[in-house]
């Protein structure tokens, strides 16, 4: 089994990846959290910028600099995770075809809307032939990336494999998720999420990439070891299927040093947490995110992120605790996260 | 490699609602092209390959209540994998069952149809989240009662091919035993509207690899593979062997594809490497072949690079069903398996003038002859080129 390591990455998404090291979140009022603006124009051309949505700029910027971090400038394949794909084009194409009822359109956002723009974006400009690949499969679209990223380097004989995962916002088709049930109907303060008792979570925009390479490198933040998805999971057989993912890698949960949780503050579905959080994890440091970058379907590559930076900077920031359990030598990490009770993943890293 | 045994096949098209009508009108030159009846637009004189059955029709036949959330392109694989499932000698796919399905646009069909009602309408809401692909595949895993790999590749006109693919790479690898593979995708008024303003759309029928082609119609299918590793065979008939695949990005374009044929060159080589075959191995390639002008060319140029002055026999069946975008790559697998099966190769409609540029001419009626090995390429926006390549297993 080729071994996969962390040579490179970087995310974009509402908080700064600084608050690892200052614990100083940014705080939003409104339940759709925008990703932080970066200097776009400093690594991608100002005429290619234009044409870009909100998506594209995010992960090609995250993906130009994962490859400077990793010194690497090609990767031998890009491989996206993206729930909602390229929503804005979509939207777009979607009301002028309705108002003009199907008149004149201009192609340009039709040609920006399939859901691997991302992906050929990235290609075009890196100008790779590799595998491109773009998984959508709600929020397990990074962990099928993931997935995809363990067979390719074996199978292929690559070295290194562009992976990350990305989703935006859009104006009217994420105001719909207020309308099921998605986006909790009172506004509350991103911070306060995990005592919020009602159902729905705070939706964001977020970009997370990395450079997974079958070498070690003097830079590398950790090894990833596996990844499984679940399309449904009955509640009784969580545990069942949390151990006998760590069994495979030869693993107990007393082994593992921190367990990165998905928790969104729904009601309905963060009993799965709970779960796991009182039972078998409750004597290990708990992390959580989603009050900080929000939910969205490509999220938990934000948690892939963390969980290296951990690994590497060797430390678990308070602002991300969830229990009072220290982790003063993160090895092992676990990752679990579903969304709405369905597609759940599990991504197991440690330190190197 | 000796390849991954394909033990079954479900499908649906405008030639056919099971794999022996489809094998009927392949034989027969019976194409599926016909004039849009079921989806609703201003389009109403453009081509199209449309299956002539309601998602009301489909329901029913599918015994799902009628106040189900199922956008068409899940109502067709459900119908595709039934046939799937009933011709198998599972009654119920085993828990362990993986599902990998590829589709363009998911159910973008009940976005379009409810789009200005989310707001006003409460029980139009269940389909929200319908425009996002993987609640397409959700469906179908509901249906089946699949809980476990299941997920969705979305890359435009490759997408069930590239399905297809990974599902090989995950038996092969030994992390599964078995899973469904394949893509699904309906007719919307979303694409039809987008690849008319692309103005790529033939308003007579598709003419593939012709001097004189103007252009795609679309089409709306769905199909599926069951994958299954040797160790739980059992003896199980073998439809045939998936034995080289490979994946490349054109890099040139968002939606065109390079004069040179990089990216369909590159993905056959890769295809033909790991099969571990030469390309006087191959007996038939199922090509691409959309009929627009740009396809055809960049593909035909690609072929010649490899071949040389021996392309084999091919031929493009986008004259039977149109372009099933997400869907086409693994409808086509089932069309090469078909061929495998009966040593037959399928023509491709309407081609009259061969294209002044390559000199190349698809086979234009239906050819007896032995195949044990077919090459099946899918290539699609955002430069994603897929060939598979299926051989006889013996």
Redesign the interface.
Known sequence: MTRLFVNGMASISPQPENIFNTGLPETFNENILPALDQDYKSIIKPMTLRRMSQGVKMALFCSKRALLEAESDKPDAILVGTGQGCMQDTEKFMENMLVSEEGLLSPTSFIQSTHNTVAGQIALDLNCNGPNMTFTQNSVSFESALLDAMLQITDEDFNNILVGGVDETSKEITGFQKLDGQIKEEKINNLHLFRSKTTGTIISEAAAFFILGKHKTPKSYAEMLDVEIFNAIDISDLNSSVLSFLNRNGLTVSEIDAVILGKNGDLRFDLYYDKIQKGLFSDICQIGFKHLVGENNAVSSYAFWLASKILKEQTVPEIFKLNTINCTKPGFILIYNQYLGRNHGLTLLRSI | MKGVAVTGMGIISSIGRNLDDTLFSLQNAKDGISKPEILI???KNTPVGEIKMTNSDLSEILNLPPDNNYTRAALLAVFAINELLRKSNFIHFPEDTA?ISGT?I?G?DK??EH??D??EKKEV??Y??A?????T??NV??YFG???????????CSSSA?AIM?GA??I??G?LKRVIVGGSDCLT??TL??F???KILSQTKNRPFDDDRDGLNLGEAAGYLLLEADDCLNGKKIMGRICGY??????????ASSENG??AY?VIMAALKKADLSPSDISYVNAHGTGTNNNDLSESVALTRIFGDNVPPFSSTKGFTGHTLGAAGAIEAIFSLLSLQNDEIYPNLNFQNHMLETGLKPVQVLRKQKVDTVLSNSF?????CTSLIFRKND
């Open positions: 637009t201003r389009h599902l363009s998911g973008m976005t379009e789009y200005f989310f707001q809401r269940k929200i989240q425009q996002h692909p993987g609640f595949t959700e895993a509901a699949l809980g476990g790999k299941v997920t969705t590749l979305s890359t435009a590239n990974m790479r995950l092969a690898s992390k008024r979303f509207n987008g008319h303003s692309l490979g994946n490349a990005n054109d890099a040139y374009h968002q939606t990089e990216g590159r699609g926006f955002g430069g994603n």
